[in-house]
């Protein structure tokens, strides 16, 4: 399977508005800033709260965080292995880290 190869990070995570057939709504975005050609974000995804809820919406703006991030977290996992490589067959703590991160990166590269 050929690796799409993500947005770079860093990515940001902020509340902001969309526009609806019943007007504005209040969203949470993901998105990065090229401050080369724009100082607003240029957004990857935007994040509804399903129900108008105190409770959603911290949800959602859990979710963006979350999602936000990941760039981070694929570079910390990639450099997990490098220093786990020589302990995934030891049977112990290393090894079960070892494919746990490998699991998740390979995930994130879309090979399972």
């Known amino acids: ?4 190869k993500f947005t770079p990070g860093p990515w940001v995570a902020m509340p902001t508005k969309t ?6 709504v209040d969203t949470f975005g993901v998105g990065f800033i090229d401050e ?15 129900n108008d809820t105190e409770l959603d919406r911290e949800q959602v703006e859990a979710n963006a965080r979350l999602m936000a991030s990941a760039p981070g977290m ?3 996992l990639e450099e997990c292995l490098k ?10 703590p290393g090894t079960h880290a070892y494919y746990a991160a490998k699991v998740a990166i390979d995930k994130a590269k879309g090979e399972i």
């Open 36 to 50: 080369t050609k724009s100082a607003y974000p240029f957004w990857l995804a935007k994040l509804h709260p399903l």
């Open 1 to 4: 399977m050929t690796v799409k």
């Open 19 to 24: 526009m609806q057939t019943q007007g504005e």
């Open 83 to 92: 220093v786990l490589t020589p302990h995934k067959d030891d049977d112990g």
């Open 74 to 76: 694929f570079w910390a």
